[in-house]
């Protein structure tokens, strides 16, 4: 049975993942996963659909993934680790849950349903994993989510070459600011440390140039010219300016404490 999983399956990219695979791949299930039970029931799929409502910050959840993998015994051609969260509060303003929860949902579970995942990927197969922009440098006024996407490209970078030899590709989508309901988790309170977004890209671009760049075996896929030249100039300049550059679009200059 050849499937594709995808987490983060009920909104934004996740769910973009899903439209555009279906519409490309012939898989005998999809089986997706996100909390939103409702969401992911009213998905309509070509390929028969196997919904998941699995709380992925919880370690409970894996136990649930790995027991189907072992019944059923898929062969795993597509997996999108699109599951995610973040919140624009500075550290002082970010409550424990939070800073712990980002780094559960986007660091733990995505290493866990990858390594659950692995024995059911064969030749061919795909992991698309959802790192950012703020991958590459560091944050101030949203640290967890940019640490943990940190993580997300240096282990999907170096899957990539564990991989390399069963012939699976890995390949980690590095968006700008994109239009989900991501700002509305990050953004739940009135108050916000981050309030200036200089473009706004569309899910279904970001994913259709994820799939794109997947089939050419790139391990980065990044869309957008302007986004290319913020990841190649962080790359160049010291990580002291980008960071001050950052707090000055924000209208955090020095006067805010953020030092
Ligand atoms: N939007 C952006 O500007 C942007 C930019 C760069 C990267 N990203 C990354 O792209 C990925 C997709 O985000 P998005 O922008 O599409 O946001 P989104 O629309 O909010 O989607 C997030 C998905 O994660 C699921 N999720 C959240 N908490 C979960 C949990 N505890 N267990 C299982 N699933 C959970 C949500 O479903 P339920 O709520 O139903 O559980 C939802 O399906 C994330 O990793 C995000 O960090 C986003």
Redesign the pocket.
């Known amino acids: 049975m050849k499937i594709a999983v995808i ?8 769910k973009e993942f899903i439209l555009q695979l279906d519409r490309a791949e012939a898989y005998d299930e999809i089986w997706v ?4 039970r409702e ?1 992911l029931e009213e998905l309509e799929t070509r390929a028969k659909k196997r919904i998941l409502p ?4 919880r370690k409970e959840s894996y136990a649930v993934y790995k027991a189907l993998l072992e019944e059923l015994k898929p062969e795993i051609r597509t997996l999108v680790n ?5 919140k624009f509060e500075t550290v002082e303003e970010i409550s424990l849950e939070d800073a712990l929860g980002i780094i559960d ?2 660091c733990k579970a995505l290493v866990a349903v990858t390594q659950l995942s692995l024995n059911y990927l064969t030749r061919g197969s795909h992991i698309y994993n ?1 790192g ?2 703020s991958s590459f440098q560091p944050v101030p006024l949203m640290n967890s989510y940019a640490s943990s996407k940190a993580l997300v490209l240096s282990y999907s970078r170096a899957l990539g070459k564990e991989l390399e030899d069963r012939g699976i590709g890995v390949t980690c989508v590095c ?1 700008g ?2 239009t ?3 700002f509305d ?1 990050a953004q739940e309170k009135d108050r916000h440390s981050v309030n200036y977004f200089n473009v706004l890209w569309k ?1 279904e671009d970001v994913v259709a140039k994820a799939l794109r760049d997947g089939a050419k075996g790139k391990a980065v896929s990044v869309l957008g010219a302007s986004v290319r030249l913020q990841v190649l100039a962080v790359k160049l300049l010291p990580h002291e300016l980008v960071m001050r550059i950052w707090l000055n679009q924000q209208g955090k200059g020095k006067k805010s404490g953020v030092k």
């Open positions: 987490t983060g399956a009920s909104s934004g990219m996740g996963i996100a909390r939103r969401r699995l709380d992925l910050s699109a599951a995610g969260y973040g949902l986007n959802m950012s922009l968006p600011w994109v989900t309901e991501f988790r899910p």
